[in-house]
């Protein structure tokens, strides 16, 4: 099944790292998130990821704020930015975005000497001054 999530990224990370081995997992994870399922996610992939964590990269791909007007995308991504200060188990749920079990599983992957760094954030509108009404924000962000 074709995900813009995975696609995107894919030219880039052959072009990078030629030699790596690609997991993609698509999920649905608009709200509510079913928990039990998350937490299924997050203990397989980070079973899998903490063999070797020095050599393995988590890659979330995640749209934030979805259908919004400028005020509702503003006000979500004030709640998104709080996560992004301080990601951890316990802010999560601050991340108003459509890949929530993604992020459940990032902010579990994190441990208190982990830092993160908002490297840009934008929305559509402000890209395209289009579709005021419908606004997809975005926060490109590089946790380690």
Not at 75 to 80: E, H, T
Not at 104 to 112: D, K, N, R, Y
Request: proline content about 7%; aromatic content about 14%.
């Amino acid at each position: 099944q074709y995900e813009h999530g995975v696609h995107v990224f894919m030219p880039y990370i052959h072009r990078y790292f030629p030699e790596a081995k690609v997991v993609a997992v698509v999920y649905p994870g608009e709200p509510p998130v079913d928990m039990r399922n998350a937490g299924r996610l997050r203990d397989a992939v980070l079973s899998e990821f903490a063999k070797d964590r020095d050599q393995n990269f988590l890659l979330v791909s995640t749209d934030f704020s979805h259908h919004g007007t400028p005020d509702q995308t503003e006000s979500k991504d004030l709640r998104s930015a709080q996560f992004w200060s301080a990601p951890s188990p316990a802010t999560w749920i601050l991340a108003g975005c459509d890949n929530r079990p993604g992020i459940f599983v990032l902010a579990s992957a994190l441990g208190p000497e982990s830092h993160s760094a908002v490297l840009w954030h934008t929305n559509s509108y402000r890209l395209s001054g289009r579709d005021r009404g419908d606004i997809t924000s975005y926060f490109f962000t590089w946790v380690w």
